[in-house]
């Protein structure tokens, strides 16, 4: 159980926000604005898609690589599950929340991709949700859960980088 977890064992009205729906708000959201109001990250797509590409390939290579940590201790990705192990190998000795940090990643890459400046913009109106609205009510909740096990954790690995 890591403490980027998607719920780890708090109720949907516990959250404030599902973080995959939030981004993927953000990704349609940006895609109506382009359309209304171009936003352009640089004088060419041919500069920054390259750049974008690469974002998407780490962010899937990791938010899998955290998905097969998750299985690796039998534990499950799911907002209703009740946490009943740590996750502390593969991104998870890096970083509490691998998986919020790839879909932030996704969304920059297909912003920076498509060219499309206002990814990034919505991107940094989400952030501070998900950090409110849901890592600090996982953090409590692993913490009642946990105790200095996850304390412990909290003092070797940073919360996102």
Request: with cysteine.
């Amino acid at each position: 159980m890591e403490i980027g977890r998607m719920a780890m064992g708090l109720s949907h009205d516990q959250m404030a926000v599902k973080p995959p729906i939030l981004l993927l708000g953000c990704l349609l959201f940006s895609l109506g604005l382009e359309g209304i109001f171009p936003l352009s990250l640089a004088p060419t797509n041919e500069t920054v898609r390259p750049l974008g590409m690469a974002f998407v390939i780490v962010a899937l290579g990791l938010f899998f690589w955290a998905l097969g940590a998750f299985r690796a201790v039998g534990e499950q990705v799911k907002p209703e599950s009740e946490t009943q192990a740590l996750v502390q190998t593969g991104p998870y000795r890096f970083s509490r929340n691998p998986i919020y940090v790839a879909m932030a990643m996704l969304v920059i890459g297909v912003g920076l991709w498509s060219h499309n400046g206002w990814n990034l913009v919505l991107l940094c109106l989400c952030i501070p949700v998900i950090h409110v609205g849901v890592v600090v009510r996982e953090e409590s909740y692993l913490y009642r859960t946990l105790g200095e096990e996850f304390v412990d954790y909290c003092e070797r690995v940073n919360r996102y980088l």
